[in-house]
């Protein structure tokens, strides 16, 4: 998957966990979760969904550098350039 | 509290929220109890195929986000779309209101049992690996999930939980929230009951291998209490939940009373897992009318629990006969007949679906009853149509639940504090 895949990948994840969000205007370099309502239930959600949908793990240490949409692109891209 | 001979406390009934197969308010619900509109229909259940069940169809985006849905359970979307309903109709602003002071009591059959099925289902499609194990699961099958989903809609921060009661489950949770108020724990209480037991395959699985799960070509005509033809349950979803406060409160805010809670009672058989006890049964409605106050002669409208199962409805009919006897003063009818079996909302539901006889002095009937099974011979059976009646004081329901759990609740037509009889409000309709 390109860089670009996999932020579109990340985006529809996220808008099927937070589907009464508008995510159009997004930005990358801001955490999510100050611009969207997403909570720990949520983020927990989105590494489920990455687990069942690219069998990627993503360890807790780890979490932080999810906490953007560009930290969560730059994290996933090693793990998901060959899908 | 209602009690022998004690009248401190008085409850009534000042809301009413609730969805139902074949309604989702409660103008909707009793306009389908008297044109005989039955809601069931068929369903597609994993592992099975087609069952027949009722399915409700409110709109649950009405009072959620659909991120709340995808979090929560169905029990719980129900729960909230019949809380807030019953606070609309009763005219509360809660944002006005002591919330800390409004206590939610929900009865169920049985909760968690959903969402389990739905987790393996889950984790089947990754040869069961429990690290794909939803971290929703837990919260979401908790016993008190159903009430616990209300408080977070409504912002309500008095006591919340589930009763467990089988099917009697709706008169429970009524009765607990009328206990409460009496104790004076509360200030309002959400009660009745709620199910989303049509979405278990287990459920259906379950009344299909005790033989009692119904069928017939037509959905509509499936769920046939006292009739020789009858084939079992039909399993449906539903709610209803009933604002009760104290009489005094209530006529301070001058609103609308439905009625007055005059007696109740619970007992077990201490027989058996699922067959029931007309011994019980019976206790269980005499201490009902004592604590009412009352005689059987006084009751206008029995609403019976019967499922339509050749076990349960004649011991149930039995029991109704020693009572009352062969020609009872009471009118009988049954809810099940049009809506199949709520579970954990039932018996709310269908005292709810009773309320407006005290106006409109309609009894609404039991239906699909075309041979009628000489054991559940009763004297003014309502049989397929409904039947208008001289007066209605008294409404009698019964629900009985498995592992003989009795339930009965009486509610009385309300005439004005301290007169029994005088058909004049206090309150405007």
Redesign the interface.
Known sequence: MTKEQIRNAILEIIAQ????EDLSGLKGDIPLREQV?LDS??F??II?EL??RYGVEVPEDDYMQLATLDGCVAYLDPRMREI | MVTEGSRETRVVITGVGLTAPNGDNLAQFRKGLLEGRSGVQRLSVRYIGDVLAGICHFDPLKYQKKKELRRGTRAGSIAIYCAQEAVADAGLDLASFDRSRVGVYLGITEHGTVETENEIYEIKQFDYDVKYWSHHHNPRVVANNPAGEVTLNLGITGPHYTLGAACAGGNIGLIHGLQMLTLNEVDLALSGGVSESAGSFGIFAGFRSEGALASHPDPEKACRPFDRDRSGVVVAEGGCVFVLERLEDALRRGVRIYGEVAGYAVNSDAADFIFPSAERQVECIRLALNRAGISPDDVDIINTHGTGTAEGDPVECQAIREVFGQHPHAYINNTKSFIGHAMGAAGALELAGNLPSFEDRIVHPTINLDNLDPKCQLGNLVINEPRRIDKVDYILNNSFGMLGINSVVIVKRFCGQGSDDSGNRETGD
């Open positions: 966990i937070i589907p009464d309502e239930m949520d927990l959600d489920m687990r069942k």
